[in-house]
């Protein structure tokens, strides 16, 4: 069974660096699909800050033939052996929006989720630079309204300079997540959101865009001291 994982560690420079500029790649990695390596971003953070690029916590996105590969790959590779140091989540993927070239081989959807069960979120993005400040000044809400949303357990971004970047959300339901999406919270400017994609339909931010819905099958080490990230599933007594 293919699958995706998400991975976090808190490493040197070198180390991201090396990620970002000597990728993992399909034709180095046995089983793996894609890898996208980024520098973790506070999401909300200022523009000029250190906390939109962080060279000492390392992001990877990956897209795995099966979970074995995955292991071969934390095991028997250098950058593997780093992020089994970390942490990261195995994840079951359930539905797309968008199109995303590396992904091309996804269906838009496998099955629904339960919109009372826990959700995983991943935004794949490649920028139209022209696009920059627009992008901006439409995003940087939306990414203060997700970080402080009470319904996440783990929010943040990952950027690799120049075009790249990423969202990833643990949300304890699949139904507080949409809420946000359309805008049907009750919070302060709950709208955020959906006037952010109204405007990207008028005139798109980047030449490629995706997100992923997806459901957590395995959660792995520690990311900042804290762990257990992914709500667990509560099973019915009858």
């Given at each position: 069974m293919k699958i995706f994982s998400y991975h976090l560690i808190e490493t040197t420079p070198s180390t991201t660096l090396g990620a970002i500029f000597r990728p993992p790649t399909r034709r180095r990695i046995i089983g793996l699909r894609h890898a996208e390596s980024m520098t973790a971003m506070t999401l909300g953070s200022p523009i000029l800050s250190s906390a939109r690029m962080q060279l000492r916590n390392l992001a990877v996105f990956a897209y795995w033939e099966n979970e074995?590969?995955?292991?071969?790959?934390l095991k028997a590779t250098k950058l593997g052996r780093k992020l089994s140091e970390g942490w990261h989540v195995r994840l079951k993927f359930l539905?797309?929006?968008g199109q995303f070239s590396k992904f091309g081989d996804?269906?838009?959807?496998?099955?629904d989720a339960d919109p009372a069960q826990p959700i995983v979120a991943v935004t794949l993005a490649r920028l139209k630079i022209p696009q920059l400040r627009r992008f901006i000044h439409w995003g940087k809400p939306v990414e203060e309204q997700v970080r402080d949303h009470p319904g996440t357990t783990l929010a943040m971004a990952a950027i690799r300079p120049p075009r790249t970047f990423s969202t990833f959300s643990i949300w304890n339901s699949q139904r507080e997540m949409t809420?946000?999406?359309?805008?049907?919270?009750?919070?302060?400017?709950?709208d955020r959101h959906s006037k952010a994609m109204s405007e990207r339909n008028r005139k798109d931010f980047h030449y490629e865009f995706t997100t992923f819905r997806f459901r957590a099958?395995?959660?792995?080490?520690?990311w900042k001291e804290k762990s257990n990230f992914v709500p667990k599933i509560e099973t019915p007594i009858n």
């Open positions: 074995e590969a995955l292991d071969d790959f539905r797309q929006w996804l269906p838009e959807k496998v099955t809420d946000m999406v359309h805008g049907r919270d009750s919070f302060p400017r709950a099958i395995a959660e792995h080490g520690t």
